[in-house]
């Protein structure tokens, strides 16, 4: 509690002289009035001694209710003001001093209404800022570790490789575990760019017109030789003359990372589909594949950065492919979601606003 300083107590002093002029002021007319006019209509005669002792009497009765006002008002502001202000501003220093539990509780008295809605608002950004917070720690954390794992690969690769006489099929074979790792750390590093960029609006969606079932047709071509190489069947449904007005770069993106997890979780001799449909605002995008499937905890938390619902297939990703592909969905307004059963596969539907 501070202790009351000399320009506190002066600003009181003078509080109370104002309110006690006042207060004595208006007593004082009041009287006036009432005793004319009493003595008016009862012929009274007012002597000087009469109007000395009354005058007395008022005096002191003025002092006795400014301060029983004054009393009051100090209890009011006590309770009403400066109770729930030290709440408040002992909160948001909890928040300042970086504690986000903070949780203001409603103050039950009438006429709280207004601190009410403030403690609601900081309890909110309390909230929010965990929530941030907790983010920012995870995505640290993640990070770290998705480096560490090709950051040893190559360590360990590249010390076989200083071995003098190593057999040539064993150097290029090291040598290509070096160069998948350092390929994967930098499919991370420039997933996670483009995520930041994408999260805080760096990136600015190009809206073009352009025919969808083109576009998805050209995208799942790039992955003939790995279909191919799994002799996957491809089976696909695409209806013709979908055109949608968004940015072709950002949505080819969201097509390369579901072909390349559909690919990826199908075993071989599997199915892949992809299916184009149209309602009369919306495109719909189906793409299917026959892989492990996931269970529906999983599928709750594939769209979050780094979450990696497979770890067999850890090796082959970052966990950052679908948050990008969730963020650009938002970005062009549209939706996506998953449905999946273990061991039959899964079904990711994107809905995006058709010309």
Not at 78 to 99: H, L, Q
């Amino acid at each position: 509690m501070k202790k009351p300083t000399l320009k506190s107590i002066l600003g009181s002093i003078s509080s109370f002289l104002l309110f006690f002029l006042t207060v004595g002021f208006i007593v004082s007319c009041s009287m006036m009035l009432f005793v004319n006019i009493l003595a008016d209509t009862m012929e009274l005669t007012l002597t000087q001694e009469n109007i000395a002792t009354a005058a007395k009497v008022t005096f002191w009765n003025v002092i006795l209710i400014t301060l029983l006002f004054k009393l009051a008002d100090y209890i009011r502001r006590k309770i009403m003001v400066e109770r729930p202000t030290k709440i408040i501003t002992e909160a948001t220093e909890k928040i300042m001093s970086g504690d986000f539990s903070v949780c203001i509780k409603p103050m039950q008295s009438s006429g709280m209404e207004g601190f009410n809605q403030i403690a609601e608002a900081i309890n909110q950004m309390a909230e929010e800022l965990g929530s941030v917070e907790t983010l920012r720690t995870d995505f640290i954390a993640n990070v770290s570790h998705e480096m560490k794992t090709p950051l040893a690969v190559m360590q360990n690769y590249g010390t076989l490789l200083q071995v003098t006489d190593l057999p040539d099929e064993k150097r290029v074979e090291y040598a290509k575990g070096v160069t998948d790792a350092s390929r994967r750390l930098a499919e991370m590093m420039t997933n996670i760019l483009k995520l930041n960029r994408l999260e805080n609006q760096q990136i600015f969606p190009e809206i073009t017109e352009f025919d969808l079932g083109e576009q998805l047709c050209e995208c799942l071509l790039q992955f003939e030789n790995v279909w191919e190489k799994k002799n996957i069947e491809i089976d696909t449904d695409i209806a013709e003359d979908i055109k949608v007005a968004a940015d072709a770069e950002l949505l080819s993106l969201v097509w390369n990372n579901l072909f390349s997890n559909a690919f990826k979780f199908t075993e071989e001799g599997g199915t892949v589909s992809l299916s184009l449909t149209a309602t009369e605002h919306h495109a719909i995008i189906r793409v299917r594949d026959t892989g492990c499937g996931m269970t529906a905890e999983i599928g709750a938390h594939i769209f979050e950065k780094f979450y990696q619902g497979d770890t067999s297939h850890s090796a082959q990703g970052n966990g950052l492919g679908l948050a990008l592909v969730k963020r650009v969905i938002d970005i062009m307004q549209g939706e996506i979601g998953v449905e999946s059963v273990v061991g039959k596969g899964s079904t990711f539907t994107v809905k995006i606003r058709r010309v």
